[in-house]
């Protein structure tokens, strides 16, 4: 099976997920994608992207608030391809 492309709407950037990343925000940082982040596990909401395509996954539900539309890549990852609004 092939990794979901990770497509990042304002650079244009398509990313893949290699095998050991263990969740989207890892995946970003590994292409030198810079995220805000703080907890690495869903507390603080910090790392909230707008999800514009696709579907996410994870791990355990987040307890940060997040909006209709935004994900949390520090505890999720991408379930099909995805597009990012960054
Ligand atoms: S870094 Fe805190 S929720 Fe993602």
């Known amino acids: 099976m092939s990794s979901p492309t990770i497509t990042l ?10 095998a050991g990343e263990s969740c989207l925000l890892e995946i970003l940082e590994l292409h030198d994608v ?3 982040y703080q907890c690495r596990s869903g507390y ?3 790392c909230r992207l707008k999800l514009l395509k696709g579907k996410v996954a ?4 987040p307890l940060a608030f997040v909006n209709d539309g ?3 890549p520090c505890c999720c ?4 391809d995805i597009e990012l609004e960054i």
């Open 44 to 46: 603080c909401g910090a």
């Open 58 to 61: 994870y791990r355990q539900a």
């Open 77 to 80: 990852m991408p379930l099909m």
């Open 9 to 18: 709407r304002a650079s244009g950037a398509q990313l893949s997920a290699a």
């Open 70 to 72: 935004e994900i949390l």
């Open 34 to 36: 810079a995220v805000e």
